[in-house]
């Protein structure tokens, strides 16, 4: 039986800054793929190189060495089956939520009502309805990064790529956030085909993924990779849990 | 679903319906809670629905690791939502808050829409504005709101009527032109 071919494929990516002819080696030799349906975390310290390697699986920086394929072809900055979702959200604070959504469908081929109820959809999907006229100013945290999510949901993509996107929110914002996003991805109806998510944090990984792939520290190389089969939605307190965060923790430290 | 969570709500005095009962706290202080934003509370929630439905705040501050000047508003703004009862130092959780977590976000929304229009002192305001038929100047909610809770209190008021009224799309707020208006969930 022949497999499908994968979404992504990251294949021997290898990315060096150079700095007084000095050679600073980020990510080392990186390769594995993303299929359709599936949800990869990369987990790794902070300075792994994790973020540049999602900087460089969407073609914002290219690899020193090594390709990223999206469906076969060579990724391209400007795909329009990728968007990404920031840390800092990247909302410009004089537009409204609705607006900011709004923008990242500007250069497609779309009439501006058709934009306008495209963005409306997402906002719904995301539960930001009754902030669409809202300022980023007026915003919690969390519901900016709701704003950040339906911007890239509203481009309807393929692959959904994710940095760290709950690292500016308190614990409790993060934990309802990501339960949400649970819900969105469990619904057939509405895009991503793949999720792709850089993360530091290990239990975040449990918790949200089907595959979680460790980076070693800088340089980073993949340390491992392992299937997370626990059912959903899962408890952070069950054994089985802590069976994966202890795993993943020991092949880290 | 009007009748959501009358026993939870009960239970608090500032909610209204159990007049004249002496409340086992002292009010929430407003200006504080009105910052707490939907999302963290329902993280609350689930936090202590994780450890079992019931634990002190000390333990729950552990697990989500923030510290109490942090966690304490959070905790006040979910019992204000009739979202958790606080017995003798204990957070427990409650029927309401466990159909909270179990629902989607639409669904979500309504439960606690419901809640937010039957406290009283928003239900005030809720009912002027519809008494209009127009959309009412910031500066008239503060007036009526200054009459219930006090000339001090009115602004942390108004914010938590915009912020969550808003998230449950029970209010519509154009921070430029200073209106509040109503409006009807999205289908």
Known sequence: MTEARPLLEVRDVSKSFFEDSKE?????????????????????????????????????EPPTAGDVRFEGQPIRADNPQVAMVFQSFALFP??????????????????????????????????????????????????????????????????????????????????????????????????????????????????????????????????AERRIDLPRPRNRKEPEFYGWVDELYSLIV | MSNIGKDDVARNPLMGTSKGAPGPR???????????????????VESIDEVGGQADIATIAQEVDMDLDRLGPVVDAAEFLGLLNVVDGDLRVNDLSRRVLTSRVKERKAIIRDIIEDVPVFRQVTTLVRAAGRPLERKEVLATLSTHVGGHHAEDFFKALVYWGRYVELVRYDSETEQVSLREPSP
């Open chain 1, 24 to 60: 600073f080696k980020v990510l080392d030799g990186i390769r594995f793929d993303v299929r359709d349906r599936d949800f990869v975390c990369v987990v790794g310290s902070s300075g792994c190189g994790k973020s540049t390697l999602l900087r460089v699986i969407v073609g914002l």
């Open chain 1, 94 to 223: 004089w537009l409204t939520a609705e607006q900011n959504i709004e923008l990242g469908l500007e250069a497609r081929p779309i009439s501006p009502e058709a934009r306008r109820a495209r963005a409306a959809k997402y906002v719904d999907a995301v539960g930001l309805t009754g902030f669409e006229n809202a300022y980023p100013r007026e915003l919690s945290g969390g519901m900016k990064q709701r704003v950040g999510l339906a911007r890239a949901l509203a481009i309807e993509p393929d692959l959904l790529c994710m940095d760290e996107p709950f690292y500016a929110l308190d614990t409790l914002t993060a934990q309802s956030l990501r339960d949400e996003i649970l819900q969105l991805w469990g619904d057939p109806a509405l895009p991503p085909r793949a999720v792709l998510m850089v993360t530091h944090s290990i239990e975040e990984a449990v918790y949200l993924a089907d595959r979680v792939i460790v980076l070693s520290d800088r340089p980073g190389r993949v340390l």
């Open chain 2, 26 to 44: 002292s009010p929430p202080d407003m200006a504080v809670i009105s910052r707490v934003s939907i999302s963290q509370i329902v993280g609350l």
